[in-house]
């Protein structure tokens, strides 16, 4: 069997050994700061303080790219903190396109000098586009979450009528590809999958149809989602899926970093009940 994906491991790892499912998410908005210094502390502050409640930290790279070249910057500090504190880093950045630019995307984000250990990949241009992103995770021991089914009401519009689950089959197939033989509980491939936590009824589907596939599931707070309703996303043991909260967590109270830990740790309460 060939070695597992270092990504996978290191946050299933993490999960067995903090007992947290949680993803922070960090989506640091401009107009909530005095100034870009301002939103860089309470950034990296609210990333090391809710550290020991998360499995992993997923910067939304819009809020980065956002802030021209110091967004870049601030981007490379988190990623840089996120490893000092053991965290896996997954960039949030729906990449994808046509191949030679979505092979430029995937040097970019999985392997630049801003890469994370694991991107988020929107699959509409077709299969093929997958294609670069899954290698370069593959060849770097990182990630990719492919969106399955995302967390907006109105994702209907263009994932209704069967799509995600076509998605969801594909995600499957180059797992099964990866990771030959029968499957082992609680480990899992390169290749995940965003499932919205919002599609609490979905949940149990897209865990059957994806058994190697890490589920990202974002939408927890802000969105309205509960952990209550989360357990069908998670394997016997609790792995496989990582709840992800941005709003809920960062602005918790404002930018009072005490409630943002406060936060975390509710948060990572509560879906440890709910398994
Ligand atoms: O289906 C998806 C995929 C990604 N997102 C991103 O997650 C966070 C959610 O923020 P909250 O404040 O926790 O609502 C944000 O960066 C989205 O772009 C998502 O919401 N849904």
Redesign the pocket.
Known sequence: MPALPAFAHAVTERTRTLQTRLCV?L?PRADAYRDTAHLRLHTLDVLEATAPFAACV?P?L?FFEALGLPGFALLEEVCALARTLGLPVIL?G?RGDIGSTAEAYARAWLGGPHAGDAL?VNPFLGFATLTPFVAAARANGGGIFV?VK???PD?NDVQGSGISERVAVEVARLNAEELEGDAVDGEYASVGA?V?ATHARDLATFRALMPRALLLL??????GATAADLAPAFHAGGTGALA?????VQYANGLDVAASVAAAKRFRDELNAAL
């Open positions: 998410g989506d997923k939304q819009a949030d729906k988020t969106l995302t967390s907006n994702q965003v919205g974002p939408g927890l707070g802000a969105q992800s909260a941005s709003r809920g």
